[in-house]
């Protein structure tokens, strides 16, 4: 296959910022010059100013398969991953069963291999998510997870917490957790402010927050470990994780794209699509956590991508379901929120680099040798946003409607195209 006139966006890589022709062979990067001629029979895909960067990566998105794969299962993930720009996935553990066991994490490693898309495992921390006893850390490590986390919503313990730091520098692995204490918003809908009070809703403060994170830091510093703090929502949580950075901790944190174009003024309305964890914060929130972006203290974008179907999320707004569909619309989200606050090849590495470094990974430069894992999009132009154009089973997508830049053109990858 021959890619011609693509733009490269490479953030550090040897070819950024030059247009060029690409030829894919057998799932690799075989030549890139300024101009290449194609053999015959070869497919050409024209970029004509298009954009082409490492497959972008996503981490927690939620997995219905297996138990729910009436909200999403591995087909609907993947396609609708493609039509976000990405490669492969780090999906949550929290299935039905647990993925906790090797036979969990193989499962899923064995669906990979014939298509764009690679499903990655992360694997549970504690036995059944309840917090208690750790799960077979070094035994799923060597299986090939290399992440560990309860999900978004889970409390995790100082004894947990601090057992599985340990564990974790033993398996060269990583815990991931995502700061929040119910006990502390017992019956939160959304973030305790102006708009709750309101509307008439429980709220959910920072400090739920920002306590856990406190501790967490503590810990980590204690254990000398590494921690993933995933979803950072406050102007509060990204002042912790700069300042750990700052004493030389070793911390990694994610922000998704929701909370960076998005605050609670969305939930004026009483519109559940909105309704998610951590929940969309104030305006300060939102410009501390783009200001984490352009310093570092933040070091991915996630996609934060849970699917609910219409009986989980068309209720009242005190009984709706949490969450909300993103990876379809992340990256242009970011196009359109980050424009005048970071460059395209920042945000590019935010969705490349950046994500594999939490999983454990090289960052993947585009040169001859390399593994074709691309993906192709363009920054120009833009189009609304409609239920036709999700690629899911469910409609719980707060960018209905909403006009967004850019395009996603394709991804390549294990020598595949999907466009």
């Known amino acids: ?197 309101r509307l008439g809703l429980r709220g959910i403060p920072v400090m739920s927050e920002s306590i856990p994170l406190k501790r967490a830091m503590e810990l980590l510093k204690y254990t000398e470990g590494k921690l993933i703090i995933h979803l950072l929502s406050s102007a509060s949580g990204v002042r912790e994780v700069r300042a750990a950075k700052a004493a030389g901790l070793n911390v990694l944190a994610t922000v998704s794209a929701h909370h960076l174009q998005f605050t609670d003024e969305e939930l004026a309305t009483f519109d559940s ?51 909300a569909l993103g990876l379809q619309t992340a990256f242009r989200q970011c196009l359109q929120s980050l424009e005048t606050s970071l460059s395209i090849e920042d945000i590019v590495a935010k969705f490349t680099s950046g994500p594999r470094l939490l999983l454990g990974e090289s960052p993947l430069h585009l040169r001859p040798g390399a593994p074709a894992c691309l993906t192709l999009f363009t920054t120009e132009g833009s189009s609304t946003f409609s239920a036709a154009d999700l690629k899911g089973k469910t409609v719980n997508s707060p960018l209905i409607g909403k006009t967004l830049p850019g395009k996603i053109i394709g991804v390549v990858n294990n020598g595949k195209l999907v466009e």
């Open 1 to 197: 296959m021959l890619l011609r006139q693509f733009i490269i966006t490479d953030p550090d890589g040897p070819h950024n910022g030059q247009t060029l022709d690409l030829r894919l062979e057998d799932g690799l990067i075989t030549e890139m010059a300024e101009s290449l001629t194609a053999s015959a029979n070869e497919p050409v895909m024209e970029g004509k100013g298009a954009r082409l960067s490492a497959g972008f990566v996503d981490l927690g998105a939620y997995l219905g398969d297996p138990g729910h794969e009436e909200r999403e299962d591995i087909a609907s993930l993947r396609a609708a991953a493609a039509a976000g720009g990405y490669t492969a996935v780090a999906t949550l553990p929290n299935t039905e069963p647990v993925r906790q066991s090797v036979a969990d994490v193989a499962y899923l490693l064995r669906q990979n291999g014939d298509h764009p898309v690679d499903l990655l495992p992360l694997a549970a921390l504690s036995r059944n998510l309840e917090g208690k006893d750790l799960t077979e850390m070094l035994e799923l490590a060597h299986a090939g997870a290399t992440v560990f986390t309860d999900g978004p919503k889970r409390r995790v313990s100082g004894s947990l917490l601090k057992r599985s730091l340990e564990y974790a520098q033993a398996g060269n692995c990583r815990v991931m957790i995502s700061p929040y204490d119910e006990a502390l918003v017992p019956e939160g809908q959304m973030h305790e402010g102006t708009i709750s009070t």
């Open 273 to 323: 699509s909105f309704k998610m964890l951590p929940p969309l914060r104030e305006e300060e929130d939102r410009q501390a956590l783009i200001e984490g972006l352009k310093d570092g203290t933040i070091d991915a974008i996630v996609s934060n991508h849970v699917a609910r179907h219409g009986e989980e999320k068309d209720l009242e707004f005190f009984y709706a379901d949490f969450g």
